[in-house]
């Protein structure tokens, strides 16, 4: 495959939104272009917005 398929996430400050975001990073076929959450999470760094309870 040339090139990665551009993929979002939304609902990516929970725990299966984390999950999702986890195993694209580590796929060879996509690429994370976008993360989307609840209102809560805005203006957070992702970082900040996540509690990486699956680690």
């Known amino acids: 495959m040339s090139s990665k398929i551009r993929v979002a996430v939304l609902g990516a400050t929970g725990s299966v939104g984390q999950r999702f975001v986890e195993l694209l990073l580590n ?3 996509f690429e994370v272009t976008e993360l989307a959450a609840s209102d809560r999470s805005a203006g957070k ?6 509690n ?3 680690c």
Do not use: L, R, V
């Open 45 to 50: 760094k992702y970082a900040e917005a996540t």
């Open 27 to 29: 796929h060879p076929w």
């Open 52 to 54: 990486w309870i699956i």
